[in-house]
């Protein structure tokens, strides 16, 4: 097969591109470089993954669409999967812009592409933060999104409606999948496993928000990765659930899904630090802050679809989780 993929310098397009190529499948890699965090390392990515016969590279913003065309029409695509995107829920407070051009601009662009040259399958991130300020748990895919509670959120809930909309109109097979704090090697700076092993390391304060009242859904990189490829051949179809008890993220309009990916094991944020520095055989200097502007209290994924259409559903512990980090960190800081 041949997958058209965006953001591949990036965490998760890093690894869903190189799952893909390692089984031998082609992989064209699209990724803009931009400096929200250290180039250096996104670099590194790309540069693993040209190792690699079946990858082939372009730097390229999503934002410019005859450099994306171009790409796109030269190789040809079977599937496309878009990951790149302006990320960070705290960053979106300072720098609103960049979620626009990047995450409503891009994605715009990239449904132009499919809409030109249908793909046999367009899949797409978003997030669990466009369930917002929902209390109900677990967050289920058929679960209203109308109140997110920053512009990160905003953009992404937006490019679900925008993409649904292209399903409807181009009849193009669509799966929208919901990230739930996604935690691994090669994983982003502005993260907190990153944040915390850093400061740690450092003998620096590590920053506890809400006073550590909180409960996320740490989804391994691994698991992720595994789950992307697996939906990437469930392909949906206009009026075909699979099932009336469980499929509620399909469309009744169009050949148009949305997938939760999660582990659904809630942990509490205090248990994750206590495995980080079980990890680094090092205690941490804890400092506790009030809850931040946009933060919820709260993650928890429901995956009985996942399950169903893929049989896979993510269960990587946080502990075996944080202690890959941990040891891939040492090596890639020489720490």
């Keep these: 097969m041949r997958f058209f993929i965006t953001g591949t310098a990036g965490f998760i397009g890093f690894h869903v591109a190189k799952r893909l190529t390692d089984a031998g499948h082609a992989v064209?890699?699209?990724?803009?470089?931009?400096?929200?965090?250290?180039?250096a390392l996104k670099r590194r990515r790309h540069a693993m993954l040209l190792q690699s016969p079946h990858f082939a590279a372009h730097e390229l913003m999503l934002e410019d669409m005859a450099g994306l065309t171009r790409v796109y029409e030269q190789f040809?695509?079977?599937?496309?999967?878009?990951?790149?995107?302006?990320?960070?829920?705290?960053?979106?407070?300072?720098?609103?812009?960049?979620?626009?051009?990047?995450?409503?601009?891009?994605?715009?662009?990239?449904?132009?592409?499919?809409?030109?040259?249908?793909?046999k399958h367009l899949l797409l991130a978003?997030?669990?933060?466009?369930?917002?300020?929902n209390t109900k748990m677990p967050f289920a895919e058929s679960d209203r999104?109308?109140?997110?509670?920053?512009?990160y959120a905003a953009t992404k809930k937006s490019t679900e409606a925008m993409a649904h909309s292209y399903a409807h109109l181009w009849t193009i097979p669509t799966t929208a999948?919901?990230?739930?704090?996604?935690y691994g090697p090669w994983g982003r700076p502005d993260m907190a496993l990153f944040k915390f092993t850093k400061g740690?390391?450092?003998?620096?304060?590590?920053?506890?928000?809400?006073?550590?009242?909180?409960?996320?859904?740490?989804?391994?990189?691994?698991?992720?990765?595994?789950?992307?490829?697996l939906l990437s051949e469930a392909v949906p179809q206009i009026g075909t659930p699979t099932d009336d008890a469980i499929d509620l993220g399909m469309s009744p309009a169009a050949p148009f899904r949305v997938v939760n990916i999660g582990n659904s094991q809630p942990v509490q944020l205090l248990d994750y630090v206590d495995a980080i520095e079980k990890a680094l055989g090092k205690?941490?200097?804890?400092?506790?802050?009030?809850?931040?502007?946009?933060?919820?209290?709260?993650?928890?994924?429901?995956?009985?679809?996942?399950?169903?259409?893929?049989?896979?559903k993510p269960s990587t512990p946080i502990t075996v989780g944080v202690e890959k980090f941990v040891r891939w960190y040492r090596d890639y800081h020489n720490v």
């Design 28 to 39: 064209c890699g699209v990724d803009g470089m931009t400096t929200y965090y250290d180039v």
């Design 76 to 119: 040809g695509p079977d599937v496309i999967i878009h990951l790149a995107a302006q990320a960070g829920v705290r960053y979106s407070l300072e720098n609103p812009r960049a979620y626009v051009d990047s995450n409503l601009i891009g994605t715009f662009n990239v449904l132009e592409l499919a809409r030109a040259k249908p793909p």
């Design 126 to 133: 978003s997030t669990s933060s466009v369930y917002g300020a």
């Design 145 to 151: 999104t109308d109140h997110p509670l920053t512009l």
């Design 177 to 182: 999948f919901r990230f739930f704090t996604v």
């Design 200 to 229: 740690i390391l450092e003998n620096q304060p590590i920053e506890i928000y809400n006073n550590g009242d909180m409960i996320r859904d740490f989804t391994y990189i691994d698991d992720l990765a595994k789950a992307i490829v």
């Design 283 to 312: 205690k941490a200097i804890r400092k506790y802050l009030p809850m931040q502007p946009g933060d919820v209290p709260a993650t928890f994924a429901d995956c009985r679809l996942l399950e169903r259409l893929t049989g896979f």
